[in-house]
């Protein structure tokens, strides 16, 4: 079992950047692929980003390519979401979440955050 912790959201003009982190407790980590997904008041948890164990494999929601980065540091139990060039349509509670499988549906994921809020202002 894992349980993950993010942080690192917040309220930021439009055109700027967040650093979103996600930490994970356990010793298995590298064992669970990682992704990240947003909820918006009114809408349906979506996908944004997914990871592979050992990172060397990525995949991003149309809507997020060339603009967010996702990476993960395994020494550290630790995911992250780069976000630049932020919009309006960003804001979103993020969550990042744990799978033995991968993939981009929500119910891949078994494990999930507590969420952190992003308000992006135009």
């Given at each position: 079992?894992?349980?993950?912790?993010?942080?690192?959201?917040?309220?930021?003009?439009?055109?700027?950047?967040?650093?979103?982190?996600?930490?994970?407790?356990?010793?298995?980590?590298?064992?669970?692929?990682?992704?990240?997904?947003?909820q918006a008041p009114g809408k349906e948890r979506e996908f944004v980003a997914r990871?592979?164990?050992?990172?060397?494999?990525?995949?991003?929601?149309?809507?997020?390519?060339?603009?967010?980065?996702?990476?993960?540091?395994?020494?550290?139990?630790?995911?992250?979401l780069q976000m630049n060039s932020l919009n309006a349509g960003d804001t979103a509670?993020?969550?990042?979440?744990?799978?033995?499988?991968?993939?981009?549906?929500?119910?891949?994921?078994?494990?999930?955050?507590?969420?952190?809020?992003?308000?992006?202002?135009?």
């Amino acid at each position: 079992q894992v349980q993950l912790v993010e942080s690192g959201g917040g309220l930021v003009q439009a055109g700027g950047s967040l650093r979103l982190s996600c930490a994970a407790s356990g010793r298995t980590f590298s064992s669970y692929a990682m992704g990240w997904f947003r909820q918006a008041p009114g809408k349906e948890r979506e996908f944004v980003a997914r990871i592979s164990r050992s990172g060397g494999n990525t995949g991003y929601a149309d809507s997020v390519k060339g603009r967010f980065t996702i990476s993960r540091d395994n020494a550290k139990n630790t995911v992250y979401l780069q976000m630049n060039s932020l919009n309006a349509g960003d804001t979103a509670v993020y969550y990042c979440a744990a799978t033995f499988l991968g993939g981009s549906r929500t119910d891949e994921y078994g494990y999930w955050g507590q969420g952190t809020q992003v308000t992006v202002s135009s």
